[in-house]
């Protein structure tokens, strides 16, 4: 039996850490998607005003990076969460046992 398979039905180790690093990759996949498409609106609105088409270009990679750093932070906190988890446990098997 697979070791993936084995952590989901034993309940000894949480599989939340693996769950949460694959939402991270989706979520990224997202926010580079957004920026795109934002860039790509920019460069459209550009042909109806230019200023605020432009500002739509530029401004999405910036926001892009603030978002990516945000969903970073909540990913790595949601991370250290179930993580203390595994440390209590540890440290329940060196005293109490």
């Not at 926010?31 to 609105?45: D, E, K, Q, T």
């Amino acid at each position: 039996m697979p070791d993936f398979i084995k952590r989901f039905l034993s309940f000894d180790q949480l599989i939340a850490t693996t769950l949460i690093k694959i939402l991270y990759w989706i979520g990224l996949i997202g926010i580079a998607a957004g920026v795109l498409f934002s860039m790509i609106g920019g460069m459209v609105a550009m042909t109806q005003d230019f200023a605020a088409g432009f500002a739509a270009f530029v401004g999405a990679p910036i926001v892009g990076v603030i978002g990516l750093l945000f969903w970073r932070f909540v990913m790595e906190v949601y991370i250290v969460i179930f993580s203390i988890h595994d440390r209590l446990g540890e440290i329940r098997d060196k005293i109490g046992s």
